[in-house]
């Protein structure tokens, strides 16, 4: 059983284009949390997801942030217009309807230039 | 809202000695517990949970935890650490399936 998935692994971006993250959640598992670990800091939650509905984006930036995780296909976080600030990792983690334990993707490291 | 401390941002040991890693939280309601560990450049594994019922919880790579309601604690030990296990750890909590919540992290290092 595959774990989560996420691509691409690695992400550079200039100032002002846009950053677009794929996760793909482990078969089975409905649910899809994204979180942010800034330098030398921990991680904080950004959004969470289900099929075709977001449940929590308390944690979302209110601007340039989005995400979806559509009925068919991976979840996807986009950031538009990025800025160097954005730079981090971001990690994707899945669970399924009959457990509370959520499992992490390898993340995405997006580098601003 | 709940938050987690972990009282030791770095915890130095020699290999085959035993370690605990400390983790305080704070919750006005009932929550689900649990270790991340985070090896370099690479995402979180999950070590082990305390979900309900025994308040000593196994985990993989021999650790274990143990919950403690009344000073609301849930500290990770090893009897005998290897160099692999050198590593950032992540104590975190969430209610229900809601977001986790993490600590700051404990770096271990194991040195020979």
């Known amino acids: 059983n595959a774990g989560v998935m996420q691509n691409p692994r690695h992400l550079v971006r200039r100032r002002g284009q846009e950053a677009r993250l794929r996760c793909s959640p482990m078969?089975?598992?409905?649910?899809v949390y994204w979180y942010r670990q800034l330098p030398e800091e921990g991680l904080k939650f950004m959004v969470y997801?289900?099929?075709?509905?977001?449940?929590?984006e308390s944690g979302m930036p209110k601007e340039r942030f989005s995400a979806e995780f559509p009925k068919e296909g991976p979840s996807i976080l986009r950031i538009q217009q990025v800025v160097r600030g954005d730079s981090a990792a971001y990690f994707c983690?899945?669970?399924?309807?009959?457990?509370?334990?959520?499992?992490f993707g390898p993340g995405t490291r997006l580098t601003v230039t | 809202a709940q938050s987690v401390t972990q009282l030791d941002s770095q915890v130095p040991v020699f290999e085959e000695a035993p370690v605990e890693l400390r983790c305080n939280y704070s919750s006005s309601v009932s929550v689900y517990l649990f270790w991340y560990v985070q090896y370099p450049n690479q995402g979180l594994q999950l070590l082990l949970k305390?979900?309900?019922?025994?308040?000593l919880v196994k985990g993989i790579n021999g650790f274990e935890a143990e919950f403690n309601k009344s000073q609301t604690s849930f500290h990770l030990r090893k009897p005998s650490v290897h160099i692999s296990d050198t590593a950032e750890y992540f104590c975190?909590?969430?209610?229900?399936?809601?977001?986790?919540?993490f600590g700051s992290g404990t770096r271990l290092q194991v040195q020979p």
């Open positions: 997801l289900q099929k075709e509905n977001i449940i929590d």
């Open positions: 975190a909590v969430s209610v229900g399936r809601r977001a986790l919540t």
């Open positions: 983690a899945s669970s399924r309807d009959t457990t509370y334990e959520q499992y």
């Open positions: 078969k089975g598992h409905s649910h």
């Open positions: 305390y979900l309900s019922g025994s308040t």
